[in-house]
């Protein structure tokens, strides 16, 4: 089946390569603008452009797909129906009625909708999640529902390791939608979304991060998993300062002590309002990622 994608983020590329690996190779890559990123502000491309050069298919990166001279390039490569996964943009009608657009969405909806589903759930301490596959309408992810699968969250999970099950989830679920789409059997697969279900995956902000001795160590804890690695987690020091956590557990130790870090163990700990957190793996301002040990070591030379 000849197809178009939308993808823009590192998971979006993941799952390009699985369709490009399938009769169902997208014959047209669309993605946002590259942008400034890192310390030098170059412009860079979005992993899903690179990773669709890599792959010899053609790049379109349009400040609005939205325009009629996105749509006259969508129409070009002739696609029989588009997948969105990841995008980064709202798509508007016309385009919407144009063509079938499957969308790759990581969570079993209608639970987490919205921009940040992986880290929300894992946020919420949910124990399973999953990918769905639905037709995308002019609502938030709020479309009929053709095909899920779930997964565990489990207790040694980060977004990094539950992402790349998820990734390897949505190729093949996508994949799997093209196939009975071509068949002719997709459709009788669809079924509305649970209103009653619904809960919102709000975007992350930059309280988000911040690991606050106010909050249960459990609470953090999920925290640092959920956005370990790609956004990282940190304790505000006392000069100003921010000291990454990529990785941290709950110790059971029975303080009763005030909330505050401490740096006078074998670990750092953040001691809370309830319980523990013992900060593993910590980053340094202007440091490499090295174990909590290993930076308490260094404040005692």
């Given at each position: 089946?000849r197809t178009v994608y939308l993808g823009t983020s590192e998971f979006a590329g993941a799952v390009l390569r699985s369709l490009a690996g399938s009769p169902h190779r997208p014959a047209l890559v669309i993605s946002r603008p590259d942008s400034p990123q890192g310390r030098g502000r170059k412009l860079t491309p979005p992993p899903t ?253």
């Amino acid at each position: 089946m000849r197809t178009v994608y939308l993808g823009t983020s590192e998971f979006a590329g993941a799952v390009l390569r699985s369709l490009a690996g399938s009769p169902h190779r997208p014959a047209l890559v669309i993605s946002r603008p590259d942008s400034p990123q890192g310390r030098g502000r170059k412009l860079t491309p979005p992993p899903t452009v690179t990773i669709a050069r890599e792959l010899g298919i053609d790049v379109y990166q349009p400040e609005s797909v939205n325009t009629d001279e996105a749509r006259a390039r969508i129409a070009q490569a002739e696609p029989e129906a588009l997948c969105v996964c990841a995008f980064g943009a709202l798509i508007k009608e016309p385009l919407l009625s144009d063509r079938l657009i499957l969308n790759v969405h990581p969570s079993l909806l209608p639970r987490w909708r919205g921009a940040a589903p992986i880290e929300r759930s894992m946020l919420a301490g949910d124990s399973r999640t999953g990918v769905s596959i639905m037709e995308l309408t002019a609502g938030l992810d709020s479309g009929p529902v053709a095909l899920r699968a779930e997964t565990p969250i489990g207790p040694q999970d980060d977004y990094a390791t539950l992402a790349a099950r998820l990734e390897q989830i949505s190729g093949r679920l996508i994949v799997q939608a093209f196939d009975e789409l071509q068949a002719g059997t997709l459709a009788q697969n669809f079924e509305a979304q649970d209103e009653a279900g619904v809960t919102y995956a709000e975007k992350l902000t930059a309280e988000d991060r911040r690991l606050d001795p106010n909050q249960p160590a459990a609470q953090l804890a999920l925290r640092v998993r959920a956005l370990s690695p790609h956004i990282g987690s940190y304790v505000e020091l006392a000069d100003g300062s921010r000291l990454g956590v990529l990785k941290a557990s709950v110790a059971d130790d029975g303080s009763a002590a005030a909330p505050a870090l401490d740096v006078n163990g074998t670990w750092p700990r953040l001691r809370t309002a309830n319980g523990t957190l013992e900060l593993t793996t910590v980053q340094p301002p202007g440091k490499k990622p090295m174990s909590g040990a290993d930076y308490l070591r260094g404040l005692k030379r």
